[in-house]
């Protein structure tokens, strides 16, 4: 077993199946060192949506946790993308996330968190990232929230 998925088991965390793109593109793709993770959205762990609007369906510990989940689904397509070993991975470059969020929402920044904080918490130093956080009118599927990645792989 992997240094890093050592460290997942020690937290008691797992890691969900990598759900297949629901359109025309791919869950992941390698370009050189660089290995980018399409939008990953809010699923729960029973493999339901999480949807709705922040500030009005959603307070910010429940896009928080949504924005979590979309960082353990990142994790689960750079696995798979990294042929099961995520000490493949040198460093998180970037993520860019999403928010769902009312027009007088002002933390989407603690909403994405939610990923930035568990990256950290399984990768340690390797999590540390650059970082964008918006938000959206309207996401795909009416989703909470929505989050992507590029990884630097050895």
């Known amino acids: 077993m992997s240094k890093t998925e050592d460290k997942i088991k020690s937290l008691n965390i797992t ?4 759900k297949a793109p629901v359109g025309a ?9 660089l290995l980018y993770i399409s939008g990953q959205v809010s699923i729960d762990q029973k493999s339901e949506i999480i949807k709705g609007k922040i500030g009005k369906d959603l307070n910010l510990d429940q896009g928080y946790k949504a924005a979590e989940r979309c960082g353990l689904s990142i994790l689960a397509h750079a696995k ?4 099961g070993d995520l000490d493949k991975i040198k460093s998180c470059v970037k993520l860019t996330g999403y928010v769902n969020s009312t027009d007088d929402f ?3 920044p603690k909403v994405i968190n939610g990923a930035s904080d568990l990256l950290k918490k399984i990768l340690d130093k390797r999590g540390e ?3 964008a956080a918006i938000s959206a009118n309207s996401l795909p599927l009416g989703v909470a929230v929505e989050v ?3 990884f630097e792989i050895y």
């Open 80 to 83: 798979k993308a990294c042929g």
């Open 25 to 33: 593109y791919v869950g992941s793709i390698i370009i050189g060192k």
């Open 106 to 108: 002002i933390d989407q």
């Open 148 to 150: 992507d990645a590029i």
């Open 129 to 131: 990232h650059t970082r």
């Open 15 to 18: 890691l969900p199946e990598p």
